[in-house]
């Protein structure tokens, strides 16, 4: 897997160009910013979400994806292993309301988070595909920590449709310099997550 991201690496710099109408925003334009978190193995994309109840702290709406049957039903090993790279087993959204994102709270380091502030076309249009991989309203799991599951609109593959996948494709419909089809690994994806940055930079 990590032969596969390192030869992918010499393409990923000048496959995926910005969605000039939605990315970078307009100087003088509203924006938001959304923060990417990356551990050794999982990817989430967090949007600042309103203050809770009491209004005590700013929380972030977190999205992710996962494997059915290795997050929600431990069920890992060989055979875990197996399934994720020959089948196409059931997936999961993973939606959660935390004061920290992922990057700060995952127990499996290393961590690293990439900021970036899109339009409101480019939030809409986050938010709109983030809905949309979600099959049924109704949860199957709910984590410790009060995350939700619900079924997702399409079935993972180690391959072909991962974390890191799901997380490229929902920041492409904002606008960002990225290639879901690229992002095969932590390190192929965030080697396009820190081009963006650079982009972002230059473009200020």
Same mark, same amino acid.
């Given at each position: 897997?990590?032969?596969?991201?390192?030869?992918?690496?010499?393409?990923? *710099?000048?496959?995926?160009?910005? @969605?000039?109408?939605?990315?970078?925003?307009?100087?003088?334009?509203?924006?938001?910013?959304? @923060?990417?978190?990356?551990?050794?193995?999982?990817?989430?994309?967090?949007?600042?979400?309103?203050?809770?109840?009491?209004?005590?702290?700013?929380?972030?709406?977190?999205?992710?994806?996962?494997?059915?049957?290795?997050?929600?039903?431990?069920?890992?090993?060989?055979?875990?292993?197996?399934?994720?790279? =020959?089948?196409?087993?059931?997936?999961?959204?993973?939606?959660?309301?935390?004061?920290?994102?992922?990057?700060?709270?995952?127990?499996?380091?290393?961590?690293?988070? =990439?900021? =970036?502030? @899109?339009?409101?076309?480019?939030?809409?249009?986050?938010?709109?595909?983030?809905?949309?991989? @979600?099959?049924?309203?109704?949860?199957?799991?709910?984590?410790?920590?009060?995350?939700?599951?619900?079924? #997702?609109?399409?079935?993972?593959?180690?391959? =072909?449709?991962?974390?890191?996948?799901?997380? #490229?494709?929902?920041?492409?419909?904002?606008? *960002?310099?990225?290639?879901?089809?690229? #992002?095969?690994?932590?390190?192929?994806?965030?080697?396009?997550?820190?081009?963006?940055?650079?982009?972002?930079?230059?473009?200020?």
């Amino acid at each position: 897997m990590r032969w596969i991201a390192s030869a992918l690496l010499f393409l990923t *710099l000048g496959c995926a160009g910005p @969605i000039h109408e939605l990315w970078p925003p307009a100087p003088g334009a509203s924006t938001h910013e959304i @923060i990417v978190s990356l551990d050794d193995w999982h990817a989430m994309v967090a949007i600042p979400h309103e203050k809770n109840q009491t209004g005590e702290k700013a929380r972030y709406e977190e999205w992710g994806y996962a494997e059915l049957e290795w997050y929600v039903k431990d069920r890992r090993g060989i055979f875990g292993v197996l399934r994720v790279l =020959f089948w196409l087993p059931d997936g999961v959204v993973e939606v959660g309301l935390h004061d920290r994102v992922w990057a700060e709270r995952s127990p499996k380091p290393p961590t690293d988070s =990439f900021r =970036f502030r @899109i339009s409101n076309e480019g939030l809409h249009n986050l938010r709109r595909h983030l809905q949309n991989t @979600i099959a049924s309203r109704k949860a199957i799991h709910v984590h410790d920590d009060g995350s939700r599951f619900y079924p #997702a609109s399409d079935s993972y593959n180690l391959l =072909f449709h991962q974390c890191h996948q799901y997380a #490229a494709a929902a920041l492409r419909e904002a606008g *960002l310099p990225v290639s879901p089809r690229l #992002a095969v690994s932590r390190t192929a994806f965030a080697a396009q997550l820190r081009r963006a940055v650079l982009m972002a930079e230059e473009g200020e």
